[in-house]
């Protein structure tokens, strides 16, 4: 197979985070959007990333949290309580796994 035919344009796709916690806390699930395929910078930037530094993955994970038209959800202006952030990059990182 030629990686010409598997290669395509990013799409969004939803994220669901339903763990019980998140679920007795918020009422429900949370969910956010990220890209189906990430281009190799994120790999290279998540890869170089301090084990331990908090400031390093947070900067890292920020661009690929996004809303349902793609816009960041993570802004100077606007942040997640710690949990639900831990969750989220958890989520994120799991997804780049597969």
Same mark, same amino acid.
């Given at each position: 197979m030629k990686l010409s035919d598997i290669a395509k344009k990013p799409q969004l796709v939803e994220v669901t985070i339903d763990s019980p916690e998140i679920v007795e !806390?918020? +009422?429900e699930p949370l969910t956010f $959007? !990220? $890209?189906d395929r990430? *281009?190799?910078s994120v790999f290279l930037r998540l890869s170089q990333v301090e084990n331990g530094n908090y400031e390093s993955i947070v900067s890292a994970v920020t661009d690929l949290v996004l809303t349902?038209? +793609?816009e960041p959800v993570l802004t100077n202006d606007a942040?997640? *309580?710690a949990k639900v952030m831990l969750?989220?990059?958890a989520s994120v990182v799991d997804g780049l796994g597969k």
């Open positions: !806390t918020y +009422g $959007w !990220t $890209w990430q *281009p190799m349902e038209s +793609g942040a997640l *309580p969750a989220v990059i």
